[in-house]
């Protein structure tokens, strides 16, 4: 009798199990394909303007728009996974359309903020949901990039190298960075390294030319002291 009712328990728990793990795969496929979906071609990309370009570096200029943020602990890569299903179910709830790259940055040791912008939203609309708990939204004011494409997957070792070469492109330009360096995607990392793609910005503006002023020249012995302090100093500039 025990045993007829313990086999009638396993046989009874086998169905459930199967759905379960039916139910994950479903919602494990949902997930990646909405994940894709968010940095698919299907989404427009931010238009930006090229100003120049030095090497493999290129200077930008961003719209001002409004970005859908989120700010996650971890380590980078699951940091991001973290990110985007915030971003994704936030976006998807309320039918917001968004457009690409998805940006990466490290606030702190370990803490990142991630974003992707809102190009079809409205400044009144926008500061209505301005703060919901863990997403919200921020303005962002046009600003100036110095824009890096490396091919591969974005690690550590990879954005720094990057950031290096940007910093060594500007050394002699008019243009210096002014904060540090974010990742940003148009499309998540394969799991092949050599079909991944992704940038590194550095924030810059550009250099103050500095006026030089040129030595006093002594005056002769006999000159007037007045004379001497009247003679203006002519700036030369670069």
Not at 12 to 29: K, N, Y
Not at 127 to 143: K, S
Not at 174 to 188: K, S
Request: glycine share 6%; proline share 8%; net charge positive.
């Amino acid at each position: 009798m025990s045993a007829t009712h313990v086999l009638n328990c396993a046989r009874a728990s086998q169905p459930l199990r199967v759905a379960d793990a039916f139910g994950w795969l479903v919602e494990r496929a949902w997930r990646l394909l909405w994940r894709e979906r968010l940095l698919s071609g299907g989404n427009e990309t931010i238009p930006e303007s090229l100003i120049t370009s030095h090497g493999p570096v290129e200077i930008h200029q961003t719209p001002r728009l409004w970005s859908l943020e989120t700010c996650v602990k971890g380590i980078p890569d699951q940091a991001r996974a973290t990110g985007l299903r915030r971003l994704e179910h936030y976006a998807s709830s309320r039918r917001l359309r968004i457009a690409r790259p998805l940006v990466q940055a490290e606030l702190a040791a370990g803490r990142w903020r991630l974003g992707v912008a809102l190009p079809h939203i409205s400044d009144d609309a926008a500061i209505a949901i301005a703060r919901n708990g863990r997403v919200r939204l921020r303005e962002l004011e046009a600003q100036a990039l110095a824009v890096i494409r490396v091919p591969g997957r974005p690690t550590k070792l990879a954005m720094q190298h990057a950031e290096t070469a940007i910093r060594l492109a500007l050394g002699l330009t008019r243009w210096m960075p002014t904060g540090p360096p974010a990742l940003r995607l148009y499309r998540l990392p394969r799991a092949l390294p050599f079909l991944s793609r992704f940038e590194v910005v550095v924030p810059v503006t550009e250099r103050v030319q500095q006026a030089h002023r040129t030595d006093w020249i002594c005056p002769e012995p006999s000159a007037p002291r007045m004379l001497e302090a009247a003679t203006p100093v002519t700036p030369v500039t670069r």
